[in-house]
Structure formats: structure tokens, C-alpha cells
Nanobody, 126 residues
Framework: QSQLVESGGGLVQPGGSLRLSCVASGFAFHYYHIGWFRQAPGKEREGVSLINGDSSRIHYLDSVKGRFTISRDNAKNTVYLQMNNLKPEDTAVYSC???????????????????WGQGTQVTVSS
């Protein structure tokens, strides 16, 4: 049974940092591209970052470039999202998801992803 489990969320002050983890099980992790998405209350879900299976391609939402870093450890079936210089507008539930393929023109579109984790809450507030 496929599973994606996120952790690492919490409450942090503006300017602070968090590292999210997404641990996968039940499928051939190294074949899959993994994306991070977020959804704030009253807003649509948006793609934040994607890393392909061998870490050779990485994509970011413009608003997080230079602040967030995605990485993966295929030996541990884990993808990380290091989030620095967090802003109140980063507050959301963050989820990871898997994709077997995606279009380079729209890597962060949710249509490529077939399985999602439950999410972890990130709150940025003073």
C-alpha cells in the first residue's frame, strides 16, 4: 500500500526556518518525482516545488525561490523541503505528492500527481 507521510511543520516566527520531511513507502520511490504543495484557508492549492527521481531537475514556485530548497534521499525514501526566511504568507498545510511524469511547461500542476500525503501545518506568525 502506497503511503506518503509528512512531518516537520509547526509554528515559527517570520524570518524563521523549518524543514519538512516526506517519507514514502509501498512503492518504488526512486522512479517517482515528488512535489510539495500547500493550501492556505480559503485559497486554492498551489505547487511549491518539485524534484525529479534522480534529483537532476528541480522546480520552484517563484515566490519561494531563494528561500526554499528541496532535496531527496532515495536510500531513505525521503524528500525534504528546507524553508528559510519564512513569511506569514507561507502559512498553509503542506503536502507532498508523487508523479510518474510531468510536463516541463507546468511541473507544479497538480494534474500530474496521483497520490498525496495528509499534510503538515506550517504557521508563520509573531
Amino acid at each position: 500500500q502506497s503511503q506518503l507521510v509528512e512531518s516537520g511543520g509547526g509554528l515559527v516566527q517570520p524570518g524563521g526556518s523549518l524543514r519538512l520531511s516526506c517519507v514514502a513507502s509501498g512503492f518504488a520511490f526512486h522512479y517517482y518525482h515528488i512535489g510539495w504543495f500547500r493550501q492556505a484557508p480559503g485559497k486554492e492549492r498551489e505547487g511549491v516545488s518539485l524534484i525529479n527521481g534522480d534529483s537532476s531537475r528541480i522546480h520552484y514556485l517563484d515566490s519561494v525561490k531563494g528561500r526554499f530548497t528541496i532535496s531527496r534521499d532515495n536510500a531513505k525514501n525521503t524528500v525534504y523541503l528546507q524553508m528559510n526566511n519564512l513569511k506569514p504568507e507561507d502559512t498553509a498545510v503542506y503536502s507532498c505528492a508523487r508523479a510518474l511524469a510531468y510536463d516541463l511547461g507546468s511541473p507544479l500542476s497538480s494534474k500530474w500527481y496521483d497520490y498525496w500525503g495528509q499534510g503538515t501545518q506550517v504557521t508563520v506568525s509573531s
